[in-house]
Nanobody, 122 residues
Framework: QVQLVESGGGLVQAGGSLRLSCAAS????????MGWFRQAPGKERELLAF????????YYADSVKGRFTISRDNAKNTVYLQMNSLKPEDTDVYLC???????????????WGQGTQVTVSS
């Protein structure tokens, strides 16, 4: 089992940057594909990016491509999401998740963090 804890959210002005971190417990972190999602109240979770076990492959949703960067440090059991050029429409709860294999659907992820709030002011 994997427990995930996100951090790094907060309030930022439009055009600013934030770096989210997701710390994982357990010794099997490197065996999981890691994803970042966001979710607005009453809406489905939206996949933003995922990264494979070694960090050698990444995927980005069109909505964040060129602005967000996902990375991981397996020695620290941590996955990151660097978010640049933030827009007010990026305001949401951001969650990290772990999956055994590639998945672009939230249903494909087995473990979830509690989420961290990101608010972008105009």
């Amino acid at each position: 089992q994997v427990q995930l804890v996100e951090s790094g959210g907060g309030l930022v002005q439009a055009g600013g940057s934030l770096r989210l971190s997701c710390a994982a417990s357990g010794r099997s972190f490197s065996s999981y594909v890691m994803g970042w999602f966001r979710q607005a109240p009453g809406k489905e979770r939206e996949l933003l990016a995922f990264i494979n076990w070694t960090g050698g492959y990444t995927y980005y949703a069109d909505s964040v491509k060129g602005r967000f960067t996902i990375s991981r440090d397996n020695a620290k059991n941590t996955v990151y999401l660097q978010m640049n050029s933030l827009k007010p429409e990026d305001t949401d709860v951001y969650l990290c998740a772990a999956a055994r294999t590639y998945s672009s659907s939230a249903r494909g992820y087995d473990y979830w963090g509690q989420g961290t709030q990101v608010t972008v002011s105009s």
